[in-house]
């Protein structure tokens, strides 16, 4: 069974009409799965600057950070793929850039409206949307 480990960062990227940004991705351990941007930190980066890179490289958009919605343990195991992850979700707004999903690792990028997110959702993203619901946080 492989294992995946780390610190990583995620992103709700709000638009108009209550709507959010979610990816499919192509790969493991999210494969299939619809998720909030982001990914891992490469060494000697923030949290902060890992989700920046990870919304351009994945979207192709260019963004600030609104503010922070909170840290999160994600563990288990999900299609054959041990995980343990420790994200930190963030609001981020759009200031630049054209939505482009990047080639090979997203399969497809879409707005979801908050009362109608698809299934499945990956990992703990859905607490995630839940807390940014919860918290009123807006652009």
Known sequence: MKKYTGKTSTAIIPFPDNKILLIKRNTIPFKGYWALPGGRMDPGETVEQTIVREVKEETGLDVT?????????????????EYEYYPTCFVVKPVGGETKKQEGEIQEIKLFSLNELPKPLAFEHEEMIKDYVKSGLRL
């Open 65 to 81: 950070i609104a503010s922070k919605v909170g840290e999160y343990v994600e563990k288990g195991v999900k299609d054959d793929v």
